[in-house]
């Protein structure tokens, strides 16, 4: 089976989840691993990787994942926001929306990524105003500072290992 990582990463959270999905797979069956391209569609198995945009997957990822046709898919990302996986179904469910009918989806992952402190600065701000909502906003974004942490990255692995066959 040939595979691809195909990822997204504004932070370098999603970028340390691709790298470590590529680390699993054998070189000779890695046909792919970057930024979204077309290159990818050669692949059997495409892991498919976002950063969380308003819920959903960032632009780059949809336009991606729209174009797909006949592939296995597995999505995963992280999100600074939350750490339930209930939440990360929400998101999931949203950026299957992008993949068309004839693609299978062979699972998913996501964990929390740290935000840039511009989210901080941004909460901070709201905190002055309105202190009760801000306060776990603020307590999110100091607990997603140490992620995608050890913990992450092994369940990740334990998600992925399943789908490949060149072990």
């Given amino acids: 089976m040939k595979y691809a990582v195909v990822f997204e990463s504004r932070t370098g959270n999603t970028a340390k989840l691709a790298e470590h999905?590529?680390?699993?797979?054998?070189?000779?069956?890695?046909?792919?691993?970057?930024?979204?391209?077309?290159?990818?569609?050669?692949?059997?198995?495409?892991?498919?990787g976002t950063w969380t945009d308003k819920g959903t997957c960032c632009d780059e990822?949809?336009?991606?994942?729209?174009?797909?046709?006949?592939?296995?898919?597995?999505?995963?990302?992280?999100?600074?926001?939350?750490?339930?996986?209930?939440?990360?179904?929400?998101?999931t469910s949203r950026i299957v929306k992008n993949i068309p009918s004839g693609n299978i989806i062979k699972g998913s992952y996501f964990?929390?990524?740290?935000?840039?402190?511009?989210?901080?600065?941004?909460?901070?701000?709201?905190?002055?105003t309105d202190p009760l909502k801000a306060k776990p906003m603020l307590e999110n974004f100091d607990k997603a500072l140490s992620h995608p942490d050890k913990n992450d990255i092994e369940r990740l692995e334990k998600a992925v290992l399943p789908f490949l066959n060149n072990l």
């Fill in 61 to 91: 990822i949809a336009g991606f994942l729209k174009g797909l046709s006949g592939k296995q898919i597995f999505i995963f990302g992280t999100a600074g926001f939350g750490g339930l996986p209930e939440y990360f179904n929400v998101i």
């Fill in 111 to 128: 964990c929390q990524g740290k935000m840039p402190q511009s989210v901080r600065t941004r909460y901070e701000a709201i905190e002055k």
């Fill in 21 to 48: 999905i590529k680390s699993l797979i054998s070189p000779e069956n890695l046909v792919f691993f970057g930024k979204s391209s077309p290159d990818a569609a050669q692949a059997d198995l495409i892991f498919v």
